[in-house]
């Protein structure tokens, strides 16, 4: 009578494991896409980095009948890719920008004289123009704002910010200005960002690594239907730029 041939058993299937990969791949895009890239630092970079390691050691080669496939090879690349997001220094530089400027302008900032913001543009310091300027001119109030003037060089000069370019940005309300001087809003936007970086140069600021514009009242941040909104619109910008913006 001849022998039965004993049947192997079946090897566990690691379909699973492709499938879980997925969705840690998932998780990981969902919370860098939650990340404000100003504020990650690099112990946090590396923190996720070694959980990809981990899950890498823990998956050899796994395979799904369905969906996509992730080897370890992959789970190493997504790693170094998440390792080596570009401005990650530059970020961390400016989120750190950001912390020192909130905390050295806060009076300014509890009086509405300054705001500080972020945007795709890099770190804004916005000065409010009723505060700085006269009205309808762009000649700065200078004895009243001599030490925030002074106080925003230094800070331009800070180590951190050596190797970053700067824009200053003049804006207006909606409301038309025409004297000798200034014939519209567009003249006087620009005669106030150029008069900002003349004072902020004869404090110590180096000219070269600054540009200038005018905008009138095409870039309004609030409606100019109210003199609140107009007054929140009459301001300058002073960017310190990201570097996608140099």
Avoid at 97 to 109: G, N, T, Y
Avoid at 194 to 217: P, R, W
Wanted: glycine letters at 6%.
């Amino acid at each position: 009578m001849a022998k039965r041939e004993k049947k192997e058993p079946a090897k566990p299937s690691t379909a699973w494991m492709g499938t879980y990969g997925d969705m840690i791949t998932l998780m990981l895009c969902f919370f860098v896409m939650l990340y404000d890239p100003s504020e990650v630092d690099t112990t946090t970079l590396s923190q996720i980095q070694a959980s990809l390691a981990i899950q890498e050691e823990s998956m050899e080669n796994p395979t799904t009948t369905g969906g996509m496939s992730l080897t370890a090879g992959r789970l190493a690349d997504l790693g170094n890719t998440v390792n080596s997001l570009p401005s990650v220094e530059k970020g961390k530089s400016l989120g750190l920008a950001k912390k020192k400027a909130i905390s050295l302008f806060a009076p300014e900032i509890h009086s509405a004289k300054i705001t500080i913001s972020s945007d795709e543009r890099g770190l804004v310091i916005t000065l409010a123009s009723d505060a700085f300027f006269e009205e309808g001119s762009a000649d700065l109030n200078i004895e009243e704002t001599r030490e925030i003037l002074l106080k925003l060089s230094k800070f331009f000069q800070e180590p951190e910010l050596q190797k970053r370019r700067f824009r200053i940005e003049g804006h207006t309300d909606s409301n038309p200005v025409s004297n000798e001087k200034y014939p519209s809003n567009w003249e006087l936007s620009a005669a106030r960002a150029l008069n900002t970086l003349h004072y902020l140069s004869d404090f110590g600021v180096d000219e070269s690594k600054f540009s200038i514009a005018g905008y009138a009242d095409t870039r309004p941040v609030f409606s100019n239907d109210t003199r609140e909104g107009q007054a929140y619109n009459r301001r300058v910008d002073i960017i310190i730029l990201d570097e996608g913006h140099f």
